[in-house]
Nanobody, 116 residues
Framework: QLRLVESGGGLVQAGESLRLSCKVS????????IGWFRRPPGAQRELVAS???????NYADSVKGRFTISRDHASNTAYLEMNNLKPEDTAVYYC??????????WGQGTQVTVSS
């Protein structure tokens, strides 16, 4: 059983930055794939970014050039660096391991609010 815990959300102004963390606990392979998703108010949950076992990354078009996903194998922590935040980035952000598959694990989410 894996446990994912997100942190780092908060209230910021447009143009500012935040770094989200997702701590993974439990037995896990070192080359795990993980994704960051978000659920904006009144909308469906959507993929923001993912990092694969070969360290390749994928980003939603809306965040390309502003967000960066990374992970630290030593601490089993994934990160989402978010720069130049916009009001439309307001959402609850979740990490998911792996990004897709028959068995996945979700964190509880962390709120990001960007004011204009």
């Amino acid at each position: 059983q894996l446990r994912l815990v997100e942190s780092g959300g908060g209230l910021v102004q447009a143009g500012e930055s935040l770094r989200l963390s997702c701590k993974v606990s439990g037995r896990i392979m070192s080359n795990y794939s993980i994704g960051w998703f978000r659920r904006p108010p009144g909308a469906q949950r959507e993929l923001v970014a993912s990092i694969n076992s070969d360290d390749s990354t994928n980003y939603a078009d809306s965040v390309k050039g502003r967000f960066t996903i990374s992970r630290d194998h030593a601490s089993n922590t994934a990160y989402l660096e978010m720069n130049n935040l916009k009001p439309e980035d307001t959402a609850v952000y979740y990490c998911k391991l792996p990004p897709s598959g028959p068995i996945v694990y979700w964190g509880q989410g962390t709120q990001v609010t960007v004011s204009s």
